[in-house]
């Protein structure tokens, strides 16, 4: 601390000759004659040079930060993705924490980590001296960026308070309990139960305003923590002490009709519940871990009809593929991607605009996650012997034109979907493979034959969901020249009717800023990235041959303009959807 302390004062002493501006011009952050324009506008609008170079898009709000920490010999961190115990951040009260703008957030063996959101406060460097040596900590210094700062302070406010009264009736009702006979104990069970199904209602409530898509219940050996997948990123949202864990998870169990009493074996259930007019379901899974019981509840909106396929992000080539091979009369449609990437919605999409009077469609779902209005949708139940295979048997005696079936999992299954294909149905399923034509030795290696794929594949398809840029604080940004380089070699070979509209001489990109709309994540929402491969009659004639998947790609690239995932995602960067980071994020192998 001291060391670091000495660093940061000798450096402000030294800023004559090593000013921070010129580190910038030293380091590349900025050209020469962007700085310049800068100090000239920034003082003939009276504005602070740092707010306006982060303002005025020339570096981001965590560049500068990064940068000011390379300055001063601080590391960076942000912390809007750690989780901070709550006895680390009431080392200090909040009003000092808001005053002197630092946040504890590691304390270990003693040794205190801190972050600074400004290094240069003489009076925040004097409090952590004082607290260092009245509890005789070692303490590490960090530089953060305001906005994480505040995020951390801010984040879960009126979720800790309403818990935390829920967990204080809790803890009086406890102590009432130890006071009593055990039979008296018995009979205030369903009194006891109640500020624990609070704090459940509270952490379902809060998940569902935050519109998060799973919620994460998981034990540690000192606590429980809470953890919210907002826009397919987690994050930390509430440490609950250990003693409530039981209570939660029988809460959650007796809510989902699941046995109480077994802790020993992972289980799988679903409730229901009406909030603010929706209609959501949750899809309850508990997991046995050396410290307890974990359970992630996977929310499902059923209020929420399904979109069109342009909200979703085809466009293009891509869009125009799709439509033209939904109006064929029979063949498979298959969607690959891992678990989580937007399959079922994508389905869901194009379900939607088959939907007509004069056409019978029925699906086999697990689980039914949006409700059509003429489909006849049915849920799986592997429990009662209604799989995917023995269910899809019996659509076939529904004279269905259209079957979708939620996931081709096994051999049968597989069979059974071909077979439906061949037999004058459209057949749309899913499958877990890394990219859409990976669908094609997968399916082989199911025991289909390639002779009978070829009959009956219309499209396949691959996809990802990447994070979609706030509107409310999007920014244009000029890429560095690393970025450049990978978008001009990705690009390289996409059709020029894919690039029309974009500047390509002078790429720009864009990021958010972060606002209060987006939780100051600079993200709100996902856009999925596709890449669609049309079985045309040459390609039939490559999986007849056994050709290797990578052939079956390169001639899809080469002779049918097919458009990779990240390709689709760079696209998508360019048009100012998502960013580059997030693209590379999603398609990395």
């Known amino acids: 601390m001291a060391e670091q302390t000495a660093t940061i004062q000798q450096t402000q002493e030294q800023s004559k000759v090593s000013h921070f501006e010129n580190f910038l011009l ?63 951040l009431d080392i200090a009260s909040k009003d000092t924490l808001y005053n002197y703008k630092f946040v504890p957030f590691e304390l270990k063996n003693s040794v205190l980590k801190v972050a600074l959101a400004d290094p240069t406060d003489i009076g925040a460097l004097e409090a952590l001296e004082f607290l260092a040596t009245k509890r005789k900590y070692k303490m590490e210094l960090f530089i953060t960026s305001y ?27 406890e102590k009432e309990e130890k006071k009593k006979a055990p039979k008296e104990a018995v009979e205030e069970k369903i009194t006891d139960e109640a500020p624990i199904a609070k704090i459940v209602d509270v952490i379902i409530k809060h998940a569902i305003d935050g519109r998060a898509s799973d919620i994460h219940i998981e034990p540690s050996e000192e ?9 397919g990123i987690l994050h930390s949202s509430l440490i609950l002490p250990k003693t409530v864990h039981a209570a939660i998870i029988s809460r959650i169990k007796i809510l989902s009709n ?37 359970v992630v509840l996977r929310i499902l909106d059923k209020s929420g009809g399904a979109p069109q396929l342009e909200e979703l ?48 469609i029925v ?60 037999t004058g149905h459209l057949v749309f399923s899913t499958l877990h493979t890394n990219n859409a034509v990976g669908a094609i030795p997968r399916l082989i290696d199911m025991g289909v034959e390639p002779f009978l794929l070829t009959a009956s ?44 509209g974009l500047d390509l001489k002078h790429i720009k990109l864009f990021y958010g800023r972060g606002c209060p709309v987006c939780n100051n994540t600079g993200f709100r929402g996902r856009v999925a990235i596709y890449e669609i491969l049309n079985v045309s009659k040459e390609i039939q004639n490559l999986i007849n041959e056994r050709s290797p998947a990578l052939k079956i790609q390169e001639y899809a690239i080469a002779e049918e303009g097919l458009i990779l995932m990240r390709q689709d995602g760079i696209l998508k960067a360019l048009r100012g959807l998502t960013t580059v980071e997030e693209v590379i994020r999603a398609t990395k192998e």
């Open 457 to 500: 594949l219309n499209l396949l398809a691959g996809q990802r969901l990447v994070r979609r840029i706030c509107d409310k604080c999007k920014a244009e940004a000029a890429p560095t020249d690393a970025i450049e380089k990978l978008i001009r070699e990705e690009i390289a070979n996409v059709n020029k009717d894919e690039l029309k």
């Open 223 to 231: 606590d429980l923590r809470i953890r919210y997948r907002i826009d």
């Open 313 to 360: 992000g085809l466009s293009g080539r891509s869009l125009n593929i799709v439509q033209e091979s939904i109006k064929k009369p029979h063949g498979m449609f298959l969607i690959t991607g891992p678990t989580g990437s937007g399959k079922s919605t994508t389905l869901y999409a194009i379900l939607s605009i088959l939907n007509k009077p004069g056409v019978n």
């Open 363 to 422: 699906t086999l779902e697990d689980p039914v996650e949006y409700f059509i209005d003429g489909v006849n949708q049915a849920q799986i139940k592997p429990e009662i012997g209604l799989t995917f295979a023995s269910g899809l048997r019996s659509i076939l005696r529904q004279d269905p034109n259209i079957i979708m079936v939620g996931e081709i999992r096994d051999r049968e299954t597989a069979e059974l979907a071909v077979n439906s294909a061949l």
């Open 258 to 294: 699941l046995k109480i009493d077994e802790q020993r074996l992972p289980q799988d259930g679903r409730f229901h519940t009406g909030m603010e007019g929706k209609s959501i379901d949750f899809r309850v899974s508990t997991f046995p871990t050396v410290v307890g019981e974990k």
């Open 147 to 173: 906005s994480s700062f505040q995020a951390v302070l801010h984040k879960g406010d009126s979720l800790t308070k309403e818990v935390s009264e829920a967990l204080s009736e809790a803890v009086l009702k």
């Open 26 to 88: 030293e380091r590349k952050f900025l050209t020469k004659d962007a700085l310049l324009k800068a100090r000239v506008e920034s003082i003939t609008s009276h504005r602070n040079l740092f707010d306006y170079l982060v303002a005025e898009r020339l570096l981001t709000e965590e560049q500068l930060t990064a940068a000011r920490g390379l300055f001063f010999n601080l590391p960076y961190i942000d912390l809007r993705s750690k989780t901070i115990p709550k006895e680390v």
